[in-house]
């Protein structure tokens, strides 16, 4: 019997599928078609937790703005990235977080090792640990090894505060409470813009004039330290109460990387195992000055010549 050469079999003429996912996946992002980004930053690892994508308090433009800026071999979505809560009450999904869910994944595919422990908010993903999201990999809880040796735990935090694991009701009070004083911060920077003033956080200013928010987060922070010393880790990096800090507290090293509500900032480890947190928004905030200087003296420059 007689067989077709491959080469000719009617297969053989159909069209290869040489990749997996939707086209916009393989395509080349704006930013990254940019010979060189001069905020380009290059880390080893880079934490961050609490984006709350799905409400209007997330500040997806700096958060997308950041994922374009870093390269890291590793990121860490430590909690509460996608607001379950609130999407339960009602959806809310504009453009710019869709194009932050597409930045992550496109980080992903092109080899950055992207690890997702859920959180409070974001919890019903975990019931997929230990299972993969297309190229991102759910894990309730990660050991990170620093470049220097040190092991990390990283969660997200919200097992260790009272409120939310023993008075559920009460933390759903709290969450709409914070839901306003975050559309209030939203409005208020509408404002700063039509002024020409840069992004702050009016919410975090707020938070932080609270004596009992701080004395919480004090005991928030000593309870996740003693967590991570009896499982013999070096450190811990969780997120949950929204507030950025480095901070040693006996043998542990405490960090929280922040939020992307109020504060804008994210965890890095630069390639020595230097740990450093990076507030984000500053750093736009740096970059508009700059470019305004630059404005004001292209500006003056043709009136200097006028004069000579």
């Not at 090894?145 to 919200?158: C, F, I, N, P, W």
């Not at 043998?251 to 630069?270: F, K, M, P, Q, R």
Request: net charge neutral; proline share 4%; glycine share 8%.
């Amino acid at each position: 019997m007689a067989t077709t050469p491959a080469s000719d079999h009617p297969l053989a003429r159909l069209p290869v599928r040489t990749s997996v996912g939707p086209a916009w996946l393989h395509e080349e992002d704006e930013e990254e078609a940019e010979a060189a980004r001069p905020d380009r930053l290059r880390v080893r690892t880079a934490f961050i937790s609490d984006t709350h994508l799905g409400t209007p308090g997330c500040n997806a433009e700096l958060l997308l703005d950041f994922l374009r800026s870093v390269r890291c071999d590793t990121l860490y979505l430590v909690g509460d990235i996608v607001d379950g809560w609130r999407l339960k009450r009602g959806w809310y999904w504009p453009t710019r977080h869709n194009d932050v869910v597409r930045r992550v994944m496109k980080m992903a595919k092109k080899g950055t090792r992207v690890v997702y422990v859920p959180g409070n908010h974001d919890e019903v993903l975990r019931d997929f640990a230990g299972l993969w999201f297309g190229d991102i990999e759910i894990l309730p809880e990660a050991v990170h090894e620093t470049a220097d040796g040190r092991r990390l735990l990283v969660l997200h935090g919200d097992e260790f505060d009272g409120v939310v694991l023993y008075a559920r009701w009460l933390a759903f009070l709290g969450d709409h409470a914070y839901a306003l004083l975050l559309r209030l911060n939203l409005l208020f920077n509408r404002a700063r813009r039509l002024l020409g003033l840069p992004y702050w956080s009016l919410s975090a200013h707020l938070k932080h004039r609270v004596k009992r928010a701080v004395e919480f987060m004090s005991r928030f922070e000593e309870a996740v330290a003693h967590a991570a010393a009896l499982r013999g880790a070096d450190g811990v990096v969780c997120g949950h109460i929204h507030s950025a800090e480095i901070r040693q507290i006996g043998a542990i090293t405490y960090y929280n990387d922040g939020d992307w509500v109020e504060s804008c900032t994210a965890l890095v480890e630069h390639g020595d195992g230097r740990m450093e947190i990076i507030d984000w928004a500053a750093r736009v905030r740096r970059r508009h000055a700059r470019a305004r200087a630059r404005a004001a003296a292209g500006a003056r420059a043709p009136a200097l010549v006028r004069q000579g």
